[in-house]
């Protein structure tokens, strides 16, 4: 039962545009969200986290957007370069359980120069 | 480097021996977590500890696994029996404490069960 979903598995952009990954989750007691980036043959880095008591949170060229009613958050990075090219991993956790992260399967982001 | 270590990055065994892995947190973190990638799958939770003690174990196999978290040395996750489905990417992640303070992630083991 795959409770975070990140239904693209990879995303090509142009230099200089705007990336939008998209993650969909089941778990109505999911209050905590992050982003972490990939590199391969690294471990993931942290990004961006947003609480469920807010709808955006926004750091430099990243901001995370929160739909509650849609269950569905999604990471915007503008503009997208090419060291932004990596895989991105959307993330979530319950109440009481905040560092029990259940993790999407991912999607491989590639920004062409 | 004040990251949180793994070692080794690398590991083969054969079906049946042990496999240990080791992580050692980020300096001043005391909260250690250990996840699995399987191929084409996102990372998943196994054990959370504290020093000397296991708080979470709900994503550990029933059998085989098992993780310590000494008051001296670094964290251990022990495979005994290896099998081939335990070839994996094994990340340990560490964290300062309580609330929404964010892991910071090893750059993992890979074992290779041959």
């Known amino acids: 039962d795959q409770q975070v979903k990140q239904n693209s598995p990879s995303l090509s952009v142009q230099e200089g545009r705007i990336s939008i990954l998209n993650c969909d989750y089941t778990?109505?007691?999911?209050?905590?969200f992050l982003w972490y980036k990939k590199y391969p043959a690294e471990g993931p880095t942290f990004l961006i986290s947003i609480s469920s008591i807010k709808d955006k949170n926004e750091d430099g060229r990243f901001t995370v957007f929160l739909n509650k009613s849609a269950k569905h958050l999604s990471l915007h990075i503008v503009p997208s370069q090419p060291g932004d090219s990596a895989v991105y991993f959307c993330a979530a956790s319950a109440r009481g359980a905040t560092n029990k992260l259940i993790f999407g399967t991912g999607t491989l982001l590639a920004v062409q120069p | 480097n004040a990251g949180v270590m793994q070692n080794p990055r690398h590991l083969v065994r054969r079906r049946g021996q042990e496999a240990r892995l080791r992580c050692s947190p980020m300096?001043?973190?005391?909260?250690v977590y250990w996840y699995r990638q399987l191929p084409e799958e996102g990372l998943k939770f196994m054990v959370y500890l504290q020093k000397e003690n296991i708080i979470d174990e709900s994503g550990m196999p029933k059998e085989r696994f098992s993780a310590e978290f000494p008051k001296e040395g670094p964290s251990i996750l022990r495979i005994q029996q290896v099998v081939r489905g335990d070839s994996a990417a094994y990340f340990c992640a560490s964290s300062s404490g309580g609330g929404n303070s964010p892991l910071h992630f090893g750059n993992g083991t890979r074992l290779t069960v041959t």
């Open positions: 778990n109505s007691m999911f209050d905590y």
């Open positions: 300096k001043g973190h005391s909260h």
